[in-house]
């Protein structure tokens, strides 16, 4: 498999270390950095899982990359453990924040192969041996002092950089603030329709409210002690009456109705007839 362009540390260093004799030389276990200058020079593997031996890979030696293996030309440097331990790295460093509190650790290294530059840095937040824990990505100028097992920025807290690898609280923790994000901005949404609405609804309630009357009023009905009434009937009014009379009850005063005073309409009749 022909080497990529950039590699991350943690993949370099769970891989078995084959040689082109076709011996095997361990699984990597520290990194050989030089971190002044931001710079991985190599590797170093265990050969066995007993005794001090170490071996020291330069990085120059890696030929080709498995999908366990890790294939590389020559043959590595004797060393021991004492003095892989004197070796000088950022890995596993507290990342220490603006007011002195611990932010992470420095979990892993995204390389450059062929010069061994580092790109940038991978800190973690909670212990970076855990299995799907978060990733974020530190460059090298973030930082403003190196100390041995120290790092020191001026950050605040992790989240002001950004994101590499969501593990799956952080990844629900993301979408849940996208989506209350996205439902804050429907529902100022909604709200600037409704107000847009509402305002010119009562735009319209004032200009309706506002119009002059029509050129034709509306008719109103006549007073039932006007002329008009009189005219609607068909006769004249009375003036020395409140009411008045319908045309067709209409009888003459100076004849009573002889059904309400029956004695009184004989006696009239009996003066008129002189007969009777």
């Known amino acids: 498999m022909p080497l990529p362009d950039h590699l991350l540390l943690s993949d370099l260093l769970r891989r078995q270390v084959r040689?082109?004799?076709?011996?095997?030389?361990?699984?990597?276990?520290?990194?050989?950095?030089?971190?002044?200058?931001?710079?991985l020079l190599g590797w170093i593997s265990k050969p066995s899982s007993f005794g001090s031996k170490r071996l020291a890979w330069r990085l120059n030696q890696l030929r080709g990359?498995?999908?366990?293996?890790?294939?590389?030309?020559?043959?590595?440097a004797d060393?021991?453990?004492?003095?892989?331990?004197?070796?000088?790295?950022?890995?596993?460093?507290a990342l220490v924040g603006?007011?002195?509190?611990?932010?992470?650790?420095?979990?892993?290294?995204?390389?450059?192969?062929?010069?061994?530059?580092?790109?940038?840095?991978?800190?973690?937040?909670?212990?970076?041996r855990l299995p799907g824990s978060s990733r974020w990505r530190l460059t090298p100028d973030r930082l403003l002092d190196q100390q041995p097992g120290q790092v020191v920025t001026a950050l605040s807290q992790l989240d002001e950089l950004?994101?590499?690898?969501?593990?799956?609280r952080q990844e629900f923790l993301r979408r849940s603030r996208r989506w209350r994000d996205q439902i804050g901005e429907e529902t100022s949404r909604l709200r600037d329709q409704f107000q847009d609405v509402g305002g010119r609804f009562e735009e319209r309630l004032?200009?309706?409210?506002?119009e002059p009357d029509g050129?034709?009023?509306?008719?109103?009905?006549?007073?039932?002690?006007?002329?008009?009434?009189?005219?609607?009937?068909?006769?004249?009014?009375?003036?020395?009456?409140?009411r008045y009379e319908p045309p067709g009850d209409?009888?003459?005063?100076?004849?009573?109705?002889?059904?309400?005073?029956?004695?009184?309409?004989?006696?009239?009749?009996?003066?008129?007839?002189?007969?009777?």
Do not use: K
């Open 215 to 242: 050129l034709n009023p509306p008719r109103r009905s006549p007073s039932v002690d006007g002329p008009e009434a009189w005219e609607s009937w068909g006769g004249e009014p009375n003036p020395d009456s409140s």
């Open 206 to 210: 004032e200009g309706w409210l506002e």
């Open 250 to 276: 209409r009888r003459s005063r100076a004849r009573p109705d002889p059904r309400q005073s029956p004695g009184l309409a004989r006696d009239q009749d009996s003066e008129e007839d002189p007969w009777v």
């Open 162 to 168: 950004p994101l590499a690898r969501a593990s799956v």
């Open 98 to 128: 603006q007011q002195g509190q611990v932010l992470g650790s420095v979990a892993d290294a995204a390389v450059e192969l062929s010069s061994g530059r580092i790109l940038h840095y991978l800190v973690a937040r909670s212990d970076p």
């Open 19 to 39: 040689c082109d004799a076709g011996h095997e030389h361990g699984v990597g276990a520290l990194a050989w950095m030089h971190p002044p200058v931001h710079r």
């Open 79 to 93: 060393t021991d453990q004492l003095t892989v331990e004197r070796l000088p790295t950022l890995i596993d460093a």
């Open 65 to 76: 990359l498995g999908e366990l293996e890790l294939f590389v030309q020559g043959e590595g």
